[in-house]
């Protein structure tokens, strides 16, 4: 299957600084990723859709202005927490489509683990 | 209600045995399911793809949708302790997929 790397794997920061966080394909182009968030023991919630070339989509609820996303090239999309506070500490998880059939086979990256302190 | 249910768990079930894993769906765009198998602090590894109703299977695991009843399903055969982990079943239109909650599945040695 596909590789999606992700960096870093885990972070500790400080309320109020920002983090950086990348999601890379490594074996394919992705013109569209994905950046999830999950929290303990519950299912993958979509923040937003990363678009190489254009912005990025965000779901209701998700804070663009907080949670910035770059689709820098084919292989690579950032997600920027943005003055993080501990309610932002979670799983962020990374995706990135193949078309298959009729559909997309997805593949996920291993996820960053945040913890703001 | 929600576009994917499944059954939580947990689900525990001795070495060896056959594993049944469900989920039900009410989007009827839904054109295409997967099934993800994550590890605790891992991302969600893919296990299996399927497009069609019937039954797909790869090695030890077989799929199986059911479009005019909108059910998919995963079986586990010959269950391995390494397969203790989280099931998620996701179906998708597009590119977007909406997940079920997952099930915790612990094989027990």
């Known amino acids: 299957g596909a590789v999606v790397s992700q960096h870093p794997s885990r972070v500790i920061c400080k309320s109020g600084t920002s983090v950086k966080i990348e999601c890379r394909s490594l074996?394919?182009?992705?013109?569209?990723m994905f950046w999830y968030r999950q929290f303990p023991k519950q299912s993958l919630m979509l923040m937003a859709t990363?678009?190489?070339?254009?912005?990025?989509?965000?779901e209701q609820g998700v804070e663009k202005d907080k949670f910035l996303i770059n689709h820098a090239s084919l292989t690579l999309s950032t997600l920027t927490v943005t003055s993080a506070h501990p309610e932002d500490s979670s799983f962020y998880i990374c995706?990135?489509?193949?078309?298959?059939?009729?559909?997309?086979?997805?593949?996920f990256g291993p996820g960053t683990r945040l913890t703001v302190t | 209600q929600k576009e994917v249910e499944q059954d939580p768990g947990p689900l525990s079930v001795p070495e060896g045995a056959i594993v049944s894993l469900n989920c039900t769906y009410s989007n009827s765009a839904f054109q295409y399911f997967m099934w993800y198998r994550q590890y605790s602090r891992k991302g969600p590894e893919l296990l299996m793809y399927?497009?069609?109703?019937g039954n797909k299977e790869d090695g030890r695991f077989t799929a199986q949708v059911d479009k005019s009843s909108k059910y998919i399903s995963l079986f586990i055969r010959d269950s391995q302790p390494s397969d203790s982990a989280t099931y998620l079943c996701a179906g998708a239109g597009s590119y977007q997929l909406t997940f079920g909650k997952g099930t915790k599945l612990s094989v027990i040695p």
């Open positions: 074996d394919f182009q992705a013109t569209t």
């Open positions: 995706s990135a489509p193949i078309a298959q059939g009729v559909g997309y086979e997805q593949y």
């Open positions: 990363s678009n190489e070339g254009s912005k990025a989509t965000y």
């Open positions: 399927t497009y069609s109703s």
